[in-house]
């Protein structure tokens, strides 16, 4: 299963050299709904990247994490 290393931004990231999980969440659930195309029935969200003061403040990879789950939850009823 493919693990995707999450890191949300305000602006889109629109470098040719973007990794799947960088950007807005639009972006981000993209990539996944992409991944997904490609066979994966499932996908690892790790909200760390390596700068130990993220896990001082959680929300934000929380709330990324969330609106990941909500989107997915929607996309099931389809």
Do not use: K
Request: net charge negative; aromatic share 2%.
């Amino acid at each position: 299963m493919p693990r995707i290393a999450l890191q949300e931004t305000r602006e889109p990231v629109t470098t040719p050299d973007r990794l799947a999980g960088v950007g807005t969440i639009d972006q981000i659930i993209a990539d996944i709904d992409q991944i997904r195309l490609l066979g994966a029935e499932a996908v690892v969200l790790d909200p760390f990247n390596g700068d130990l003061t993220e896990i001082r403040q959680p929300e934000r990879a929380w709330r990324t994490l969330a609106a990941v789950a909500a989107h997915h939850r929607s996309q099931e009823g389809r």
